[in-house]
């Protein structure tokens, strides 16, 4: 007969921490799922935050490399500008807001309702600024040439006037399109002694105003969120995105660059033909 040693103090303590371990671990175990779940969950919202927040600040801080001269082009529709804390606090890759094109009119007969006031506050913190009319092709050219006279009083260091021109009614033909262009772009000159700037995208400008007589007049093109202009021709101003966000701005703005220094932005301001 085999006599039992009866478990020591010590032994009896073993035993216990030991069927404490096992049960924890079975209790871990059965949380496992729902805590690999949760931890699945908080990483991919972390990734989604961190890359929606990277996109926003992409978006109205970054713009292209190699360019020192930057501006905006606003309307209406960008509501009440404060002109001092754009001055003030607003940058593009570390440069300050250079220069500013502010919409004046559309076809013959339309004033933008802020043209007035961000006209006079531009110049009022120093930046450089523009105006431009928004052509309409169904309104005869020379009104809306006269129409932008009556209503856009330009001064020395101004850059000089812009036809904003992006449609061509299908009632139209290409031909009595650019004919209406040119006679704009004429009567304008004729009036403020510089050239206009003129302003499309790429390829509108490309199947409707490709006569070399456009060559002529400084380019603006519009091509957005991209690193590099896909056109071979010259270009001044590149439009180069539609979803800034600035100091002073509360919406979304246009954001451009000017190719060339400061210096030759105000050359071009004050340039003569």
Not at 40 to 46: E, G, W
Not at 108 to 130: H, L, P, T, W
Not at 160 to 177: G, K, M, N, Y
Not at 205 to 225: G, K, M, S, T
């Amino acid at each position: 007969m085999v006599t039992q040693k009866r478990p020591t103090k010590k032994t009896a303590a073993r035993r216990k921490t030991s069927k404490k371990k096992r049960h924890a671990v079975g209790r871990w175990g059965k949380l496992w799922p729902t805590l690999l779940g949760a931890a699945i969950v908080a990483f991919s919202c972390y990734f989604l935050l961190r890359a929606f927040f990277s996109s926003s600040v992409a978006d109205h801080a970054a713009a292209p490399k190699g360019y020192t001269v930057h501006g905006i082009d606003v309307s209406h529709h960008q509501g009440s500008i404060d002109w001092e804390l754009l001055r003030n606090q607003a940058t593009i890759n570390d440069y300050p807001i250079a220069f500013a094109f502010i919409k004046a009119t559309e076809g013959g007969d339309i004033v933008d309702s802020r043209f007035k006031r961000n006209f006079a506050e531009a110049r009022k913190y120093g930046i450089m600024r523009g105006a431009y009319h928004f052509y309409r092709a169904a309104t005869p050219a020379k009104q809306q040439a006269e129409h932008f006279i009556r209503h856009v009083e330009l001064q020395p260091g101004d850059l000089p006037p812009v036809l904003d021109v992006e449609t061509r009614p299908q009632d139209i033909s290409a031909e009595a399109f650019r004919q209406g262009i040119i006679e704009w772009l004429a009567r304008v000159e004729q009036h403020y002694g510089v050239r206009p700037i003129l302003y499309t995208y790429h390829s509108f400008r490309q199947q409707y105003l490709n006569d070399p007589v456009f060559n002529l007049y400084p380019y603006w093109i519009a091509h957005y969120h991209v690193d590099s202009v896909r056109y071979k021709g010259s270009w001044a101003f590149w439009q180069h995105s539609d979803r800034g966000q600035l100091p002073g701005i509360k919406e979304k703005v246009d954001l451009d660059i000017f190719q060339g220094t400061y210096e030759e932005l105000q050359q071009l301001g004050m340039r003569k033909i």
